[in-house]
């Protein structure tokens, strides 16, 4: 079955904004929402950061159908994975079957300001979500968990309100080791479109499989979700444009290594508008955002979680359900 889900753009609406918004999908026959876990946004102007675990319990109370989670949460520096796996236990228990925990690496923008913390290399931070996983699921299945790891400590620690099953954690991951990490490890895998269609073909789900031969586990029962970038309107120039709000995704390199949303919003407002719109499915046709999205569901991405750039994201949801969604439910089920 294919998932057509929504990412609630928490770095561009403020809490009360973004819920209404979740509501409109729900109501739109969308099956989930996805919200980032970010402490600052991508830009300081007009920028905006809601706490993403208070938020999820106000979504799952004013819903009654759509899945929800974290696209995604950092479970290693602003966080203890303790924490993670209480507040996740209890939003499993108050919403059962409809809670998802999405984990990352993390960014310096969130992580640095927040904990004053040196940022550290890729391989530090790769061990460091490895451990954190271990100790979410420990303290999901064990009753008294005592653990000393190279990043995490607890002792005789009981998380005493669980839901009937575990929340399913979906791993993200933009290179093989996190993507072989999450086959082998997590109950499903996320990416977000954009980039080198072989990058995902050639890299990181061939390092999916072999994670998930590891753990001798199903392939297609796995779930692989991906957050797709698209910029769809009526008028074409105006899809063009609204991309630039978010003109930072098209930094690179040294160059998104940042932890200062100012910074962040003056390199990235320089580039210009092709470079910016390069990240994103930018179309006013329908069957033309079809045929862009297909190859991503021909490789195995079965769970859509659909990005707009706009600010009248009403609009996005209403013409993307209306004159997209039907389209993609039709070709691929």
Avoid: C
Wanted: charged share 25%.
């Amino acid at each position: 079955m294919l998932r057509i889900g929504y990412k609630a753009s928490a770095e561009q609406f403020g809490p009360r904004e973004l819920l209404g918004l979740a509501e409109l999908a729900e109501r739109l026959g969308y099956d989930s929402v996805f919200v980032s876990d970010h402490f600052q946004p991508w830009r300081h102007t007009g920028g905006h950061a809601p706490f993403s675990l208070a938020w999820l319990g106000a979504l799952g109370a004013r819903t009654s159908r759509i899945l929800m989670g974290t696209s995604v949460l950092t479970p290693t520096f602003r966080y203890h994975p303790a924490i993670i796996a209480q507040a996740f236990a209890t939003l499993g228990a108050l919403f059962p079957g409809r809670v998802i925990l999405g984990l990352g690496s993390g960014e310096a923008l969130n992580e640095t300001p927040a904990t004053a913390l040196a940022w550290p290399e890729p391989r530090e931070r790769t061990h460091r979500l490895r451990e954190a996983l271990a100790l979410i699921e420990r303290l999901w299945r064990e009753e008294r968990v005592s653990f000393a790891g190279e990043y995490y400590r607890t002792e005789r620690a009981t998380i005493y309100d669980k839901p009937a099953e575990p929340v399913p954690i979906y791993v993200a991951a933009a290179g093989p080791v996190v993507a072989k990490l999450a086959g082998a490890h997590a109950a499903g895998f996320s990416s977000t479109s954009g980039k080198p269609l072989e990058l995902y073909r050639d890299t990181l789900l061939p390092a999916l499989a072999a994670g998930l031969a590891e753990s001798h586990r199903q392939a297609d029962a796995f779930e692989r979700l991906i957050e797709m970038k698209v910029s769809f309107d009526t008028d074409r120039t105006l899809a063009l444009k609204d991309t630039r709000w978010w003109s930072a995704l098209a930094l690179s390199g040294p160059d998104r290594d940042v932890h200062d949303p100012l910074e962040m919003e003056r390199r990235a407002d320089v580039l210009p508008l092709e470079r910016i719109a390069s990240r994103w499915i930018v179309s006013s046709d329908p069957e033309e955002q079809v045929a862009r999205i297909a190859p991503y569901v021909e490789m195995g991405f079965r769970h859509l979680v659909f990005h707009a750039p706009g600010p009248d994201q009403a609009r996005f949801l209403s013409l993307y359900a209306e004159q997209v969604v039907p389209r993609l439910r039709k070709r691929f089920g």
